[in-house]
């Protein structure tokens, strides 16, 4: 049975095609820097957004049209809805799916009774993955959607609501080991507050920090050898979430001794809700050898909310995939695409035509960021940028051999520093154009 007949596999026909049912620049097994684009790119798909998505809004309900439902939430729906799934992956030609473990088994009333479900369908997506040959890039543990939740889950004010997320997380960990996936992921839901007045502030921060010592802990005792994600959103559905930001996330992780333990899962959407570029927020994590995953998504910069819409800005992908070339890549990490079909978009069609517009945009950025490494523009203009700190006072100062006297030595004998050199901020911005095609 096919629930999607019209659409064949989605293939490769280059820049002119003007088939939109087809890739213009993903073309999978095309080597840029010696590696083949689906390498690099590891695509997934949020099974969340893509086989759960309603188009509901808070003006209306869903009104998608999804002619394989048949509106229960029952397992076997759920295991039909895996069939679904694994050829809409195959058909779209992306090696990774990520997901919740609400989003593709029903919660039961009681919490064996989730597990039980949760058994039942993983037990359909290990046959689909063995059919088709997609891989789980991550899982992670709905600690937002059931009322329990109201307050957080490790930040809640409930010690039980603590205890019940624990065993959610230590179930979907053994999951995502038995499905071979290769990240967890950590999104702090409601990890965060809404109101001081009603909050201890630091009893919370430190729950947080003894839940996924924790979850450390069990996964060192299970042997699942996943990257540990951390995915930092400053605000929403809380007025402040404590993962605000990278920064803020990354001293949280050193404050409670957890750095070596995680990386970043960057959302483009989370990125701008926190006042950042997503260019900023990739270039931060890299920096630090902590870009580990991205949730490839944008914002609409009229909007201040976490619209989830599909990445088509060149600049941003150009951008994204510069920072993910120059640290080598993204290791067990990929791109997954944590973005909804617009509510006006409700048609199964247009999750096609969503994803691909994106893969597609990521594909060109890639290119478009090989070049601009191959002529080595930015780089060589940085490189010379600092050039003072290469050797001489600069290489002093770095090593630190430098005191605030041997500074005072050397400048009184030198009497003013060297003059400075323009930033040439446009020329760059004109040059990164340039590669824009
Ligand atoms: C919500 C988050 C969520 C995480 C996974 O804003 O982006 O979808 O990626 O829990
Ligand atoms: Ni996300
Ligand atoms: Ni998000």
Not at 10 to 31: C, K, M, Q, V, W
Not at 35 to 57: C, E, I, P, Q
Not at 161 to 172: D, I, L, P, R
Not at 404 to 411: A, D, K, N, Q, V
């Amino acid at each position: 049975m096919s629930f999607f007949p019209e659409v064949k596999k989605i293939s490769y026909e280059g820049p002119d095609s003007r088939n939109p049912l087809a890739f213009r620049h993903y073309n999978e097994n095309e080597i840029v820097e010696g590696k083949s684009m689906k390498d690099h790119l590891r695509f997934a798909v949020s099974y969340w957004h893509t086989f759960r998505g309603t188009g509901n809004d808070p003006f209306g309900p869903g009104c998608a049209v999804r002619p394989w439902e048949d509106g229960t939430d029952s397992v076997e729906m759920a295991i039909k809805r895996v069939s679904v799934a694994f050829e809409f992956m195959e058909k779209l030609g992306v090696p990774f799916y990520c997901f919740h473990d609400r989003d593709v088994a029903p919660e039961g009333k009681t919490l064996a009774e989730s597990h039980k479900n949760l058994d039942a369908v993983v037990a359909a997506l290990a046959k689909e993955q063995q059919r088709t040959g997609i891989h789980l890039l991550w899982g992670t543990a709905n600690l937002f959607s059931n009322p329990r939740y109201v307050h957080g889950a490790s930040t809640s004010c409930n010690a039980d609501v603590f205890a019940y997320a624990a065993c959610q997380v230590k179930k979907m960990l053994e999951v995502t080991k038995q499905l071979g996936g290769v990240n967890y992921v950590f999104w702090g839901g409601r990890e965060g507050y809404m109101n001081l007045y009603n909050t201890n502030l630091r009893r919370e921060l430190d729950h947080l920090g003894r839940f996924l010592h924790l979850a450390v802990d069990y996964k060192k005792k299970i042997g699942f050898t996943g990257q540990f994600l951390i995915e930092p959103k400053p605000k929403e559905p809380t007025t402040h979430q404590y993962d605000s930001d990278t920064a803020a996330c990354m001293a949280f992780l050193r404050t409670y001794n957890l750095a070596n333990d995680f990386k970043f899962n960057l959302e483009t959407n989370h990125a701008t809700l926190a006042g950042h570029t997503m260019f900023h927020e990739a270039m931060y994590a890299s920096a630090y050898g902590m870009l580990g995953s991205i949730d490839a998504n944008r914002g609409d910069l009229l909007l201040g909310w976490d619209t989830d819409q599909f990445p088509s800005d060149l600049y941003l992908t150009a951008q994204v995939m510069w920072v993910v070339l120059n640290q080598g890549g993204l290791g067990s990490g990929g791109l997954n695409f944590d973005a909804k079909v617009r509510r006006e978009s409700f048609e199964p069609i247009d999750l096609f035509h969503a994803h691909i517009g994106a893969m597609d945009s990521f594909a060109q950025g890639l290119k478009i960021a090989a070049e601009i490494r191959k002529d080595g523009v930015f780089k060589d203009f940085i490189q010379q940028r600092y050039a003072s700190w290469d050797s001489g006072i600069g290489a002093e100062i770095e090593s630190g051999k430098a005191t605030l006297e041997s500074l005072e030595t050397y400048m009184l004998a030198k009497g003013n520093s060297n003059a400075n050199t323009s930033g040439r901020q446009e020329m760059l911005e004109n040059i990164f154009n340039r590669y824009l095609r």
